[in-house]
């Protein structure tokens, strides 16, 4: 109940929910923890007795998983998870709430912030404020109170204050790096209320092994080829690393499984060259539009995989005859080798 409703003043009635069982994420895909997620709970567990605001920080590439690291988190803990996606225009209302029309009567609906606040002062909760930097500061303000440990907002439901329990809420708020996504500027006195911060990373950049499973589990394609594809997609990723390049926004993970998925629907109905027309219908069209990009990403993509079939026994052929052929270089050589190591180790194990 709020402060107004104990004091009994007359506010906008509404229909609140006071169970948030519907809100505890569930079937959340895989995630990968390197030790991060489990330091993160590792805090939430003990922040009472700690005396420590559990508020985090992630940051990193488009796709590499902060969003899904949440989710997980909030399974984990089966807690609710209230998420605030931050774009420009947001406004208080879009986070706090406001009056709406049902079956000819105003009611008061809550928006993200407040749910998560109530829903704190009942149990272990997670707020996430996705992609904050898309955010005016205007709208920021509001999370402000909360991550500094107030943990109260006046809704805008009259004089309405809802308080939440500062230690059950858990509030994550997510940055993307690259130029394609800053804008607006994060000040120091911003970045001290965000807490431990945490810089993550494409899987199949910090553990190739990892995503190889992954990505070979989700879309049952054959090793060989996902080691190719992600040798492939880590090449991009490097290059939209580098200062001055035309490419800004590496590969996400879930994109390379839409690939993979869409290159086994076209080979299974007999499409002309499944790997690369997927490629192109289902990542680089919808992903990358600047014309510099989409010739690099497309000359480097075709470079890997052109003619890569997805069969297993063909593809490790593939592997040792035409890819072997076609490439040059050292590091090229290599991936072939390490390729088909990697295949026969699999291979092997079963």
């Not at 329990?165 to 000040?187: A, I, K, R, S």
């Amino acid at each position: 109940m709020s402060q107004q409703e104990r004091q009994g003043e007359e506010l906008i009635p509404h229909r609140r929910r006071e169970d948030f069982d519907y809100a505890v994420p569930a079937d959340v895909p895989p995630f990968h923890d390197t030790g991060q997620l489990e330091r993160v709970k590792a805090v939430v567990r003990n922040a009472r007795g700690a005396e420590k605001l559990p508020r985090f920080w992630f940051t990193g590439p488009t796709g590499c998983g902060k969003t899904t690291a949440v989710r997980r988190l909030a399974e984990d803990l089966d807690a609710p998870l209230f998420t605030v996606q931050g774009l420009y225009d947001i406004r208080e209302t879009d986070l706090l709430g406001s009056p709406t029309m049902l079956d000819g009567t105003v009611y008061w609906q809550d928006g993200p912030v407040t749910r998560a606040l109530r829903s704190s002062q009942q149990r272990r909760t997670v707020l996430l404020f996705d992609e904050v930097n898309r955010a005016r500061p205007e709208a920021k303000g509001i999370l402000f109170p909360i991550l500094d440990g107030r943990a109260r907002v006046h809704t805008g439901r009259g004089n309405e204050i809802v308080e939440a329990d500062p230690y059950n809420l858990v509030v994550v708020v997510t940055t993307n790096e690259g130029p394609d996504y800053f804008v607006e500027q994060l000040d120091l006195a911003e970045q001290r209320r965000y807490g431990s911060k945490f810089e993550m990373s494409y899987l199949a950049q910090s553990d190739f092994e990892a995503a190889v499973e992954l990505v070979t589990n989700r879309t049952e394609a054959p090793g060989p080829l996902v080691r190719v594809v992600l040798t492939t997609v880590n090449e991009v990723r490097d290059t939209a690393a580098r200062s001055g390049s035309s490419v800004e926004r590496g590969v996400p993970t879930a994109l390379v499984l839409e690939w993979l998925k869409t290159a086994r629907v076209y080979d299974d109905e007999g499409i002309e060259e499944p790997m690369m027309t997927a490629f192109r219908d289902a990542l680089l069209r919808p992903f990358y539009d600047e014309p510099d990009a989409v010739s690099t990403v497309a000359s480097t993509v075709k470079s890997y995989v052109q003619g890569a079939p997805l069969g297993e026994d063909a593809a490790r052929e593939w592997v040792a005859s035409d890819l072997a052929g076609r490439v040059s270089g050292d590091e090229r050589s290599t991936l072939v080798e390490n390729v088909l190591a990697g295949s026969a180790i699999d291979e092997d194990d079963i």
